[in-house]
């Protein structure tokens, strides 16, 4: 088969076409035939070393095609049905954490960016009818993430304000579109004013350029008075994010992409009863209710572009200079 085999770290050229043996589907696994995958800053951080994994690997955690073939034990599955690729491995039957051992799709187990992948059958879950092939592929990671941060652990609730922090990504834009869905108000901040402006247009009631001084003094003023939920994968922000909530306020953390050490003053959380809550991916529930929100609803995952699967490279250099709003998507099928 045609993948993107990872055989050292750097920059996105060593991102190559190159061939792989065909997977063959396991006990309890089936074999997919890719029509599409999607990029992750998962993806980049793997690239270039930061995430760390054996190699060779074939990267990428976002996926959807056909099931090619079923191995032993295997059963609810046909051949030809078509599926969106959970990039859960070995979450466990917990919901408030993965188990020990869970792991992300795409490194150290080959991923996504292959004409063909090997996956545990639970692993598979029917592709949302109304969405197109490039849209399925971008939900799985970035809208795990965003459905775990916001209604598993911040049960955000109609009414309320939300404040996303960094517009333009793919968990960002589709938080967005669940937080609407929920029946929120949704607040962003950017460095871009085109991001922002595109974010309005997806439903946005406001936007702040956080170069443009005291940000959370904005938010606060846009909310008439503070958010009830803010969304952080920036974890240097923390401090201001807790600023941005009004008293009983919850801050949902699920990244570090600013820094991995925070330093924070513990009277603001304290007497702001302020609740701060780590997440990270979702487990084979939440990506159940995020499919059933897409089913239900009337919005997709935003893509940025399209691009074949011999142009990873360039879909990565676009992913690390931040220039996209929404996912990047590899065309493969």
Do not use: C
């Amino acid at each position: 088969m045609n993948a993107i085999v990872l055989n050292e770290t750097g920059g996105p050229e060593v991102l190559t076409l190159g061939t792989a043996p065909d997977p063959v589907a396991g006990p309890g696994e089936v074999v997919v035939a890719l029509r599409a995958a999607a990029l992750n800053r998962r993806d980049v951080f793997l690239r270039k070393g930061i995430a760390p994994s054996p190699l060779p690997v074939i990267p990428g955690s976002d996926g959807a095609g056909t099931i090619r073939s079923i191995g032993a034990g295997v059963s609810g599955l046909s051949e030809g049905d078509e599926v969106v690729v959970l990039p859960s491995l070995g979450w466990g039957g917990g919901e408030a954490a993965p188990a020990p051992g869970f792991r992300i799709l795409g490194g150290p187990d080959d991923g996504t960016y292959a004409e063909l992948i090997a996956i545990p059958a639970e692993n598979v879950f029917p592709r949302p009818a109304r969405l197109s092939w490039e849209e399925s592929a971008a939900l799985p990671l970035a809208g795990l993430t965003a459905y775990r941060a916001l209604v598993s652990r911040a049960r955000v609730r109609p009414g309320e304000t939300v404040l996303i922090i960094g517009i333009g990504g793919g968990v960002a834009t589709i938080a967005l579109h669940i937080a609407r869905a929920a029946g929120a108000r949704v607040i962003v901040t950017s460095s871009s004013d085109e991001k922002l402006a595109r974010a309005k247009d997806l439903g946005a009631a406001a936007g702040v350029n956080y170069t443009g001084g005291d940000w959370v003094s904005e938010v606060k003023q846009a909310s008439g008075g503070g958010v009830d939920v803010v969304i952080d994968s920036v974890g240097s922000t923390w401090a201001d994010s807790i600023g941005s909530v009004r008293p009983g306020g919850r801050v949902v953390a699920f990244g570090g992409t600013g820094g991995g050490k925070v330093e924070l003053m513990v009277r603001p959380v304290t007497m702001g009863q302020v609740s701060l809550l780590g997440t990270t991916m979702g487990s084979p529930r939440d990506f159940a209710g995020l499919l059933a929100t897409v089913e239900h609803g009337d919005w997709a995952p935003v893509i940025d572009s399209v691009r074949p699967l011999a142009e990873a490279g360039d879909a990565h250099a676009r992913e690390e200079a931040g220039e996209h709003f929404g996912k990047l998507v590899l065309s493969i099928g």
